[in-house]
């Protein structure tokens, strides 16, 4: 049974590293880095970031963003905001829909936000975000790795 889905707070040091570690294993984002980042947790960057906690153990996190690593590669998207960014979940409780929860929680709290659209790109997890209405908007190769750029409208989704 998942415990709250719930807003990482800057002070929590066992999430923090836990989430460098896992950011770090999966797309080599340096552990200090991320820890940094997520502790100045200032808006112009993160706007929050969420955490899954599965009795009382950290299983998932995600966020929505104004900075991504993708805009480093493409500056075009420098002015594209806000972006759902580093969702995962722990390969131990993956394909049990414990991601696309997540999502539709970001999903709901960035629309009560007043966003009109918000953005993610994945190299890996497409098919769920189709599964979720989420739309392409554009298909390129970052640093050799074919991604896929998608957007959400709430006007044309519901969430139900």
Not at 71 to 83: G, S
Not at 118 to 127: G, K, M, R, V
Request: no cysteine; net charge positive; hydrophobic share 35%.
């Amino acid at each position: 049974m998942l415990d709250e889905i719930q807003e990482l707070k800057s002070t929590d040091r066992n999430s923090l590293l836990t989430i460098s570690q896992w950011y770090y294993r999966e797309w080599k984002i340096p552990v200090e880095q991320t820890i940094r980042r997520l502790e100045e947790h200032n808006h112009e960057d993160i706007i929050f970031q969420l955490i899954v906690k599965k009795e009382n153990k950290l299983i998932a996190t995600g966020g929505l963003y104004n900075q991504v690593g993708i805009q480093l590669v493409y500056p075009k998207f420098r002015e594209i905001k806000p972006w759902i960014a580093l969702l995962y979940t722990e390969p131990s409780h993956r394909n049990q829909g414990i991601g696309s929860s997540l999502l539709k929680q970001i999903e709901q709290k960035s629309f009560s936000m007043g966003y009109s659209q918000i953005y993610l790109f994945t190299l890996s997890a497409e098919s769920l975000y189709r599964r979720q209405e989420w739309r392409e908007v554009e298909r390129l190769i970052v640093k050799g790795n074919d991604t896929v750029i998608m957007k959400k409208n709430p006007l044309i989704h519901s969430f139900s």
